[in-house]
């Protein structure tokens, strides 16, 4: 069955997440863009966090909202559309989270999943990328040594969204002495990590960024998620989940860009009419919102297969490697259209076009996307 439209709880909640960001981010986010502070500013997250937002797939019976992914990516979208980097925050906050819904034992659930359900504002992380590179994830140089009933965990993490504000990290570890594709996932306590430094990012700046150093961290045992045989196949389960997640960051920030140049172009006048009337700028437009419209539903059709446990490994890839082009492609025609003001650090358009290049590289490139979708023809 093909289904486009929403239920009534869906629509109830995207006009509860879409009032509230409106309401309560939305007024500060180009300042917080400006600011690009390097103190993490928690209010955004605590205005999620007030209504179990942070990580609403958490199963109902750990305190979460239990959603599916394709109601998990109505909400992204609505977020993203305000502030991408708080959609970031909160898909990175997932990333660390899916290794152990999907494979953690009920211990870890009980221990890790309420913190993020309990009105508190907290975040998760994922460590995978390494200084040496983040496309060839069968190498990693993070090692993962048992002694005494405790892993020693060593080695450079980078580019990790939420690294330095987070409750914890998941880390992606090679445990079985430098074979290729032998990776493990640790949860590692925050302070059992030293942070190097905040990344300072072209987009998403909401968000902290960071290079995490593990000096023979120390984890228990209990904080192994899943077990070695299947520990490869977990880690490429969690990219396949999160990559239509991260499509939808970039359909919310297409969506934004366009409803602004939209009103825009409706608005201004040049030659003694809306500069809306002249195919020059209505055509874009058109192809903006049918872009727009194909990369939702390519979203929701891999986040839909993933809800019906099909097969979604080439729907993931497809719909995060056309949003992330659809995002790129619309946040700059809307700068065309809305001419110099756009160009400007006072416009929004400013903040789109920087925060959409982002998809085209987390989570995978766009060729390593490539790559996965190809494999699969
Ligand atoms: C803002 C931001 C947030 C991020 N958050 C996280 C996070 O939370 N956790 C995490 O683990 N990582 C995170 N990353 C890292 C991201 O996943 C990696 O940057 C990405 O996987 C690419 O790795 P790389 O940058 O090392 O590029 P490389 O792997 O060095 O690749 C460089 C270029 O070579 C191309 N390339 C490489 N191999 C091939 C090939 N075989 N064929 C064709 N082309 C190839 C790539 O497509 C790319 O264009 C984040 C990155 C950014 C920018």
Redesign the pocket.
């Known amino acids: 069955m093909i289904g486009f439209s929403m239920t009534e709880e869906q629509i109830e909640l995207v006009e509860l997440v879409r009032s509230l960001l409106r309401e309560e981010i939305y007024p500060t986010v180009l300042k917080t863009d400006q600011k690009n502070d390097e103190i993490f500013d928690w209010s955004y997250i605590r205005v999620l966090a007030r209504h179990n937002l942070i990580a609403p797939l958490i199963p109902k019976e750990y305190g979460g909202r239990g959603l599916d992914f394709v109601t998990t990516s109505l909400i992204i979208e609505e977020i993203a559309a305000v502030c991408a980097g708080l959609a970031a925050c909160m898909v990175?906050t997932l990333?660390g989270l899916l290794p152990i819904i999907l494979a953690g034992s009920e211990d870890q659930k009980r221990r890790f999943l309420p913190l993020f359900v309990e009105r508190e504002a907290s975040l998760a992380?994922?460590?995978?990328?390494e200084p040496k590179?983040?496309?060839?994830i069968e190498r990693l140089e993070t090692t993962a040594q048992l002694r005494d009933g405790c892993y020693y965990i060593q080695g450079i993490?980078d580019?990790?969204?939420n690294g330095a504000v987070s409750n914890f990290v998941t880390v992606c570890a090679n445990g079985g002495k430098n074979r290729r594709a032998a990776c493990q996932f640790f949860v590692v306590p925050r302070e059992q990590v030293k942070v190097n430094k905040n990344r300072k990012?072209l987009g998403?700046r909401y968000a902290n960024?960071a290079q995490l150093h593990f000096q023979n961290a120390c984890v228990s045992n209990n904080n192994l998620v899943g077990d070695i045989d299947g520990a490869y196949l977990l880690l490429n389960h969690t990219l396949d989940l999160g990559r239509p997640l991260i499509g939808a960051i970039e359909v919310g920030i297409a969506r934004a860009a366009y409803e602004l140049v939209l009103a825009y172009a409706q608005e201004r006048e040049q030659f003694g009419r809306p500069i809306f009337s002249n195919q020059g700028v209505s055509f874009p437009l058109v192809r903006m919102a049918t872009s727009i419209d194909a990369a939702r539903l390519m979203v929701w059709r891999a986040c839909s297969l993933i809800d019906q446990e099909g097969d979604y490994t080439k729907a993931s890839s497809m719909a995060k490697l056309f949003a992330s082009e659809a995002g790129q492609s619309v946040t700059a025609r809307a700068i065309d259209i809305m001419g110099a003001f756009g160009y400007t650090e006072e416009s929004l358009l400013n903040v789109y076009f920087r925060d959409a290049k982002?998809c085209s590289?987390?989570?995978?490139?766009?060729?390593?996307q490539q790559?996965i979708i190809a494999s699969l023809l």
Do not use: C
Not at 125 to 129: E, K, V
Not at 133 to 136: P, R
């Open positions: 990175g990333h992380s994922f460590a995978l990328t590179g983040g496309s060839d993490k580019y990790v969204i990012t998403i960024t982002v590289i987390v989570g995978g490139t766009d060729n390593v790559m």
